[in-house]
């Protein structure tokens, strides 16, 4: 699942007016599901060319199946409820697909959870883009502008390669500014895609021998090189490896 090249889309609304959002954004999103309850089917234009799922019941009851057959789920309902709903079938950010919260008058887009490996943050800016609104981002690399370490050069087929507590710790070095080495021996050079510049704490270094280890607290590599045990175990925890693709 959360495959951002073609997303798998459910906007869902259970208000008047939040139908009447869902309904404008479909025009533009020729490809994502419409989910409504019962109650506002009689709503629905005949022509809509979306496809359309119609609950029974209750939204919550149907939590779980939205959770696995979506990749990007867009509600507009209020963050608070949204919250409660997906509580009981959240189980990783491997796993989770991306949520987004609309509010009612589409002047917010706020991406919920998986921002970053589910794609929510992406898809969110993408949406704001649509509707004129402004999204409200929270995660730290995006509030502070700098390396997004669990999925940088995504977009350039580039594989982390990392175990998951690197990946944390790593981060947080990044986040809170702290001296970062981005040696890269391979791979496309347009990795950086903010509009601002690299931050100054990210040093640049075109091989991993140039690198004093001792005065960095952690290292991003891109490299087609084997990166043997003996160097995961000298940089524990500090070291996360991307490999791109053959160009």
Known sequence: MNNMTAPHVALVAIT????????????????????VTEK??????????????????????HMADLFSNYDQLVLFISLGAVVRLMAPHLKSKDEDPGVVVIDDAARYVIPVLSGHVGGANAFALHLAELLGAEVVLTTASDVGKTIPVDILGRELGWQVEAPKINITRVSAHVVNGEPIAFVQEAGSRQWWTRPTPLPSNI??????????LSSFKAVL?????EISASVWEQLKERLVAYRPPLE
């Open 203 to 212: 040093h640049l270094f075109d091989e991993f021998e140039k690198v004093d």
């Open 221 to 225: 590599w891109v490299t087609r090189r």
């Open 16 to 35: 008047k007016h939040g139908l009447a959002r869902a309904l404008a954004l479909l025009a533009q999103l020729p490809e994502a599901h419409l989910v």
């Open 40 to 61: 506002f089917a009689p709503a629905i234009p005949p022509a809509l060319p979306n496809p359309v799922n119609i609950l029974s019941g209750a939204l919550s009851g």
